[in-house]
C-alpha cells in the first residue's frame, strides 16, 4: 500500500521557522514530481509550491515566495517544505502532492495525512 506520510507540524511564533517531511512508506517507492498544498479553516486547499521531477525549478505562490523553500532528499524518499518568517496567515493544515514510483512502474499521484501548522503568539 502506498503512503506518504507527514510531519514537522507544530505551533510556531510569528517569525518562527518550521521544517514539513513528507516520506514514503516503503524504501522502494520513489517520489518524483511533488506538490505542496495547504488548507486554512474555511478555504479551499490551495497548491502553494510544485516541482518537477527534474527538481530544476520549483514554482512558489506569492504568499509563500521567498520565505519557504521545497526540496527533496532522494536517498531517503523524502520531500520537505523548510518555511521560514511564518505568519499568522500561514496557519493551515499542509499536505504534500507527488507522483509515486516502484522502480520503472508509475503508482500514482497520493496525498499525505496533512500536518497542522499554527502560527501564533
Known amino acids: 500500500q502506498v503512503r506518504l506520510v507527514e510531519s514537522g507540524g507544530g505551533l510556531v511564533q510569528p517569525g518562527g521557522s518550521l521544517t514539513l517531511s513528507c516520506a514514503t512508506s516503503r524504501n522502494d517507492f520513489t517520489i518524483t514530481g511533488m506538490e505542496w498544498y495547504r488548507q486554512a479553516p474555511g478555504i479551499s486547499r490551495e497548491l502553494i509550491a510544485h516541482?518537477?521531477?527534474?527538481?530544476?525549478?520549483?514554482v512558489y505562490t506569492d504568499a509563500v515566495q521567498g520565505r519557504f523553500t521545497a526540496s527533496r532528499d532522494n536517498a531517503k524518499n523524502t520531500v520537505y517544505l523548510q518555511m521560514n518568517r511564518l505568519k499568522p496567515e500561514d496557519t493551515a493544515v499542509y499536505y504534500c502532492?507527488?507522483?509515486?514510483?516502484?522502480?520503472?512502474?508509475?503508482?500514482?499521484?497520493?496525498w499525505g495525512q496533512g500536518t497542522q501548522v499554527t502560527v501564533s503568539s
Open positions: 516541482a518537477a521531477a527534474s527538481n530544476t525549478d520549483t
Open positions: 502532492n507527488a507522483d509515486v514510483y516502484d522502480r520503472d512502474t508509475y503508482l500514482g499521484k497520493y
